[in-house]
């Protein structure tokens, strides 16, 4: 093993290394070691948490962190770490399950990253390499809940299409919900869009979005991102430390909705931390899931209506503008009214019949404007209004 031991890392984050055989992608024997540490005391990792921040403790050095983690268990994961953390094994493991690791001593790890003291030794890619953000190019985090009503999910979707429209890269964290909602949104327009995980990043997490995962991995300008090694399962721990890579990579993040207790809002705390915008979308405030929101809008966060928004927030008001799609008023009167009959609530097209009307033309309506963008279908049939 290298006579450099891994804490030291910690305090020279934005060290590079001059070794003639550095690649752009590619991972060094002492950032390797680290993520082998992590990976050995990630069932302990919760424990430790309830006596200082999560932050705090991935700051740690090596000596440091098996001290406040280990416990009694110090000289077995000395011992594992000693006899299982070959660095040309690890690079195995990445090859084998298709991912490119990068590490904080490499040109193409991102330098937004560096400005976090619990920065991540190493990140491992699934997909399009080029897709990881970099300096000079805005990314923006959408997060929010898991349980998202139909007009969060909505919301979350347009955003996601309209700033991968403009080029900005979205990043989420592919769960169920407004993340996932993001990423779809961001793909209807061909990305780009990152997903970062919990655990190992060939491993779709949830499984329900197995689909989401193939899509973002097999799409130019999309990838997905973790910290953990290939096969990792995570931990609870690990989703509030996947949280401080989105809010790391992104340049401003939007929460879209959020319960007053949410993941979402440690997202926006760790964003707030760095110094960098925080944006919230409005809601009622009868919806329990619009709690976190307001909260955030009360205390100064930025609104956001829409993706011109942000871009302005980014970007300075008008320095670019989104196109705008087909006015509303120029329907045939039929397709109008049917439209102004659809609310903020999702609805079925026999919910929708008037007194008199035939359900195959309200069905034939619902189909063309669905067709225009004007409309969506949710999960369970029902038509909802589009945002955006």
């Not at 001593?105 to 890619?125: F, G, I, Q, T, W």
């Not at 919806?287 to 942000?310: E, F, H, S």
Request: a neutral charge; proline letters at 8%.
């Amino acid at each position: 093993m290298p006579s450099r031991r891994p804490d030291a890392l910690t305090a020279m984050p934005t060290l590079l290394v001059t070794d003639p055989v550095e690649t752009v992608f590619g991972a060094c024997d002492q950032c390797l070691r680290r993520t082998r540490l992590l990976e050995l005391l990630a069932p302990h990792v919760e424990r430790a948490r309830h006596e200082r921040r999560l932050g705090q403790l991935l700051a740690l050095g090596e000596d440091e962190l098996l001290g406040a983690v280990a416990g009694k268990r110090r000289q077995w994961v000395v011992h594992a770490l000693e006899t299982s953390a070959d660095p040309s094994e690890a690079r195995a493991h990445v090859a084998e399950a298709g991912l490119v690791a990068v590490c904080r001593h490499r040109d193409s790890y991102p330098r937004k990253l560096l400005e976090m003291a619990d920065a991540p030794a190493v990140l491992h890619l699934n997909g399009d390499l080029a897709a990881l953000p970099q300096e000079g190019v805005p990314t923006v985090a959408i997060v929010g809940a898991r349980r998202a009503t139909p007009y969060g999910l909505e919301v979350a979707r347009a955003l996601g299409r309209g700033l991968a429209a403009a080029g900005l890269p979205v990043v989420s964290g592919m769960a169920l919900g407004i993340d996932g909602a993001a990423h779809a949104g961001a793909l209807e327009v061909g990305g780009p869009t990152v997903a970062v995980l919990a655990g190992g990043a060939d491993v779709a997490y949830p499984s329900s979005k197995a689909a989401l995962h193939r899509r973002i991995v097999a799409t130019p300008g999309c990838c997905v991102v973790s910290e953990m090694p290939p096969g990792f399962r995570p931990f609870k721990w690990g989703f509030p430390a996947r949280n401080r890579i989105i809010a790391g990579l992104a340049d401003a993040t939007i929460v879209v909705e959020a319960a007053e207790r949410s993941g979402s809002l440690i997202t926006a705390e760790m964003a707030q931390d760095l110094g960098r915008p925080v944006a919230a979308v409005p809601g009622a405030v009868t919806n329990p899931m619009a709690m976190g929101t307001n909260a955030l809008l009360r205390d100064g966060a930025d609104v956001v209506r829409n993706a011109q928004d942000i871009l302005d927030t980014l970007l300075g008001s008008g320095a670019q503008r989104l196109p705008t799609g087909p006015d509303p008023a120029l329907l045939p009167p039929p397709l109008l009214a049917l439209l102004d009959r659809l609310g903020a609530r999702p609805a079925t097209a026999a919910a929708l019949l008037l007194p008199g009307e035939e359900a195959d033309g309200v069905v034939a309506g619902l189909v063309e404007l669905e067709l225009l963008g004007y409309v969506r279908r949710s999960p369970g049939g029902a038509y909802v209004r589009a945002a955006g």
